[in-house]
């Protein structure tokens, strides 16, 4: 009985929360064999963190009630890394417990060394673990490890099975991919991917509308998406890029919309911001339902309102502050309106009142600084106005410090000031709009059609244009000729962009065009 006991502790395996088919464990339900409840537990971990980054895998068949493994196991084990097809063989395991060690090694094909791993305690008691070394290029890399494993025998290895018995498990490794952006505001940035499903390809961001896109591959069935219990997927993002501060985003998942529910926002980090995602099976259903048929999962993630709304968390994780601004755009030489609110993190995130030194800084000038006590009020903001000095420009840093009298509270945010950006991106003219000019200036449109067109495009945010005041008096019906003019010019390639709107302009200006 004391020998029992030491060998259900050496190979029982604890069954702890687990994310099948998306993370790094998953445990299957218990199937019939010759009466007994047995089950297949797959799980994964880095094979030794202080010396590389190696991937292990360790497969056991187990006895669901008592938890303890099958003697004399034969797996059939077929493997997948992503779409890299690795390695199907035959293994036997005298304790039904094999660890498979994933080595990323420059090697033209894929090679398996088996060996077995022992010490002295379990020598005594026959315990010797059965550790197979599969070595191949990229195989550190993480993602997405398919395992088909059949059991051919089981207590004993002439006790073939009629039957086998066969489980298809997905084990999840962590994977970090890293994207450069070479923004034309805040320079040279580096946003990270931690892919925690399976390898991501295609990474873009739209410095104009601040959109993150890539792809994923994923089976679209509901097999999969049964044994799937969530997709987590993680943005690291440098806290110097100030477009991506704010304080919310939205994922799209093959256009379908996801709930803001799934997004958490960490900004614990001092240098860093962290962006989870995490679809569960709910959200995955979803998709499936509404989704037109397709293979993989297309990404898109953007802020989650057009409002600013830029936010940071203190050094000491203590308090978050959320800021805002008017103008939208903030110019040399004017009037500067800062909106902020402290928020305390252990408190429900809701106002509070504390001691605070705020300031304005370019590099190691002040161009503004304040203290006081914030609001606690949640209908109220703290304000900070000033004037932007005429020689400044490009990016500054809204600093928050001592918050409560504590050096260890601060945090900085960057904003800019004359974003040349924000000025370019009114104008945004898709191709096809140049046909609807060019049959205008052909008469093949009248002049209604026309301005119906434009105001629906402009409306939608198809086309932008920068602000322009309304004029007064009533809605003129006639367009002056040399609009008409422009427009073919534009259509034929003979006038910019700019040209065009500057009509577009002018008929909003004169009432010809409403918006």
Same mark, same amino acid.
């Given at each position: 009985?004391?020998?029992?006991?030491?060998?259900?502790?050496?190979?029982?395996?604890?069954?702890?929360?687990?994310?099948?088919?998306?993370?790094?464990?998953?445990?299957?339900?218990?199937?019939?064999?010759?009466?007994?409840?047995?089950?297949?537990?797959?799980?994964?971990?880095?094979?030794?963190?202080?010396?590389?980054?190696?991937?292990?895998?360790?497969?056991?068949?187990?006895?669901?009630?008592?938890?303890?493994?099958?003697?004399?196991?034969?797996?059939?084990?077929?493997?997948?890394?992503?779409?890299?097809?690795?390695?199907?063989?035959?293994?036997?395991?005298?304790?039904?417990?094999?660890?498979?060690?994933?080595?990323?090694?420059?090697?033209?094909?894929?090679?398996?060394?088996?060996?077995?791993?022992?010490?002295?305690?379990?020598?005594?008691?026959?315990?010797?673990?059965?550790?197979?070394?599969?070595?191949?290029?990229?195989?550190?890399?993480?993602?997405?490890?398919?395992?088909?494993?059949?059991?051919?025998?089981?207590?004993?290895?002439?006790?073939?099975?009629?039957?086998?018995?066969?489980?298809?498990?997905?084990?999840?490794?962590?994977?970090?991919?890293?994207?450069?952006?070479?923004?034309?505001?805040?320079?040279?940035?580096?946003?990270?991917?931690?892919?925690?499903?399976?390898?991501?390809?295609?990474?873009?961001?739209?410095?104009?509308?601040?959109?993150?896109?890539?792809?994923?591959?994923?089976?679209?069935?509901?097999?999969?998406?049964?044994?799937?219990?969530?997709?987590?997927?993680?943005?690291?993002?440098?806290?110097?890029?100030?477009?991506?501060?704010?304080?919310?985003?939205?994922?799209?998942?093959?256009?379908?919309?996801?709930?803001?529910?799934?997004?958490?926002?960490?900004?614990?980090?001092?240098?860093?911001?962290?962006?989870?995602?995490?679809?569960?099976?709910?959200?995955?259903?979803?998709?499936?339902?509404?989704?037109?048929?397709? &293979? +993989?999962?297309?990404? =898109?993630?953007?802020? @989650?309102?057009? /409002?600013?709304? $830029?936010? %940071?968390?203190?050094?000491?994780?203590?308090?978050?502050?959320?800021?805002?601004?008017?103008?939208?755009?903030?110019?040399?030489?004017?009037?500067?309106?800062?909106?902020?609110?402290?928020?305390?993190?252990?408190?429900?995130?809701?106002?509070?009142?504390?001691?605070?030194?705020?300031?304005?800084?370019?590099?190691?000038?002040?161009?503004?600084?304040?203290?006081?006590?914030?609001?606690?009020?949640?209908?109220?903001?703290?304000?900070?106005?000033?004037?932007?000095?005429?020689?400044? &420009? +490009?990016?500054?840093? =809204?600093?928050?410090? @001592?918050?409560? /009298?504590?050096? $260890?509270? %601060?945090?900085?945010?960057?904003?800019?000031?004359?974003?040349?950006?924000?000025?370019?991106?009114?104008?945004?003219?898709?191709?096809?709009?140049?046909?609807?000019?060019?049959?205008?200036?052909?008469?093949?449109?009248?002049?209604?059609?026309?301005?119906?067109?434009?105001?629906?495009?402009?409306?939608?945010?198809?086309?932008?244009?920068?602000?322009?005041?309304?004029?007064?008096?009533?809605?003129?019906?006639?367009?002056?000729?040399?609009?008409?003019?422009?427009?073919?010019?534009?259509?034929?390639?003979?006038?910019?962009?700019?040209?065009?709107?500057?009509?577009?302009?002018?008929?909003?200006?004169?009432?010809?065009?409403?918006?």
């Amino acid at each position: 009985m004391i020998s029992l006991f030491i060998i259900s502790i050496l190979i029982t395996f604890t069954i702890v929360d687990i994310y099948g088919h998306g993370v790094g464990s998953e445990i299957f339900p218990p199937v019939d064999l010759n009466g007994k409840q047995v089950s297949l537990e797959v799980s994964s971990s880095t094979n030794n963190p202080d010396e590389n980054d190696d991937q292990q895998i360790s497969i056991s068949l187990i006895d669901f009630n008592s938890k303890i493994t099958l003697r004399d196991v034969t797996f059939l084990i077929k493997s997948s890394h992503g779409e890299q097809f690795l390695f199907e063989k035959e293994f036997q395991s005298d304790n039904g417990f094999l660890v498979l060690n994933f080595i990323s090694e420059n090697t033209e094909s894929i090679q398996i060394q088996e060996e077995n791993g022992s010490n002295f305690f379990a020598s005594l008691l026959g315990l010797d673990n059965r550790k197979i070394n599969i070595k191949g290029p990229r195989l550190s890399d993480g993602g997405l490890y398919k395992l088909d494993v059949t059991i051919l025998t089981a207590d004993g290895y002439s006790n073939k099975l009629d039957i086998p018995l066969t489980f298809n498990a997905g084990i999840s490794i962590a994977q970090t991919s890293k994207h450069e952006i070479n923004h034309p505001i805040f320079g040279l940035q580096e946003i990270n991917v931690i892919t925690y499903y399976d390898e991501i390809k295609n990474f873009e961001y739209d410095i104009e509308s601040k959109e993150i896109t890539f792809s994923m591959p994923f089976e679209w069935s509901l097999d999969n998406i049964n044994q799937t219990s969530v997709v987590h997927e993680e943005l690291v993002i440098p806290k110097t890029f100030g477009d991506l501060l704010v304080s919310g985003f939205s994922m799209y998942v093959n256009g379908i919309k996801l709930s803001d529910d799934i997004v958490t926002i960490d900004d614990f980090f001092s240098e860093k911001r962290v962006v989870h995602f995490i679809i569960s099976q709910k959200e995955l259903q979803n998709i499936y339902n509404n989704q037109s048929p397709q &293979n +993989g999962m297309n990404f =898109l993630i953007k802020p @989650n309102s057009d /409002d600013i709304k $830029l936010s %940071s968390v203190t050094s000491n994780g203590q308090f978050r502050i959320f800021v805002t601004w008017e103008p939208q755009n903030l110019q040399s030489n004017s009037k500067a309106i800062i909106y902020f609110d402290v928020i305390d993190v252990f408190l429900k995130n809701r106002p509070i009142a504390v001691n605070y030194d705020f300031s304005v800084t370019q590099n190691d000038r002040i161009i503004f600084k304040q203290s006081g006590i914030s609001t606690d009020s949640k209908e109220k903001h703290n304000i900070a106005e000033f004037t932007i000095p005429d020689d400044i &420009n +490009g990016i500054v840093k =809204l600093n928050f410090q @001592n918050l409560a /009298d504590n050096n $260890l509270a %601060s945090t900085s945010i960057p904003i800019v000031i004359n974003n040349s950006l924000s000025e370019n991106n009114y104008i945004s003219i898709p191709d096809w709009v140049k046909n609807n000019a060019g049959w205008w200036s052909n008469e093949q449109i009248d002049d209604n059609s026309f301005v119906h067109a434009i105001q629906y495009l402009i409306k939608e945010k198809i086309v932008k244009v920068p602000p322009t005041a309304q004029g007064s008096g009533t809605v003129e019906n006639e367009i002056p000729s040399w609009v008409k003019n422009n427009a073919g010019w534009w259509a034929d390639g003979q006038i910019d962009d700019e040209t065009f709107v500057q009509g577009l302009q002018f008929l909003i200006k004169n009432r010809i065009l409403r918006v």
